[in-house]
Nanobody, 125 residues
Framework: QVQLVESGGGSVQAGGSLKLSCAASGRPFNVYTMGWFRQAPGKEREFAAAINPSGGITYYADSVKGRFTISRDNAKNTVYLQMSSLKPEDTAEYYC??????????????????WGQGTQVTVSS
């Protein structure tokens, strides 16, 4: 079992920044891929970013590329999502997820085994 707890969400004006954190517990953290997904009201949950176990490989959705940065600190069992140049369309519940399978970071929801409860990000214009 892996427990994931997100934090850092909030309200910000367009153009602003936020940094999300996701603390993991339950299994060794440095062996699984971590991802961030988001879900806006009335929409499907969508991929935002992912990072491999060592932190050396990252993968972004086109919609956030160049604005968001995913990173991880394996000593702290934590993954981060630094979000900059935020837009109103970034408003969503943000979830971190853990993929215990070996392989490159994935954008597919079904490949992730554990999910956090989410943290709300609201961007006003």
């Amino acid at each position: 079992q892996v427990q994931l707890v997100e934090s850092g969400g909030g309200s910000v004006q367009a153009g602003g920044s936020l940094k999300l954190s996701c603390a993991a517990s339950g299994r060794p953290f440095n062996v699984y891929t971590m991802g961030w997904f988001r879900q806006a009201p009335g929409k499907e949950r969508e991929f935002a970013a992912a990072i491999n176990p060592s932190g050396g490989i990252t993968y972004y959705a086109d919609s956030v590329k160049g604005r968001f940065t995913i990173s991880r600190d394996n000593a702290k069992n934590t993954v981060y999502l630094q979000m900059s140049s935020l837009k109103p369309e970034d408003t969503a519940e943000y979830y971190c997820a853990a993929d215990l399978n070996v392989g490159s970071p994935s954008s597919k929801k079904y490949e992730y085994d554990y999910w956090g409860q989410g943290t709300q990000v609201t961007v006003s214009s």
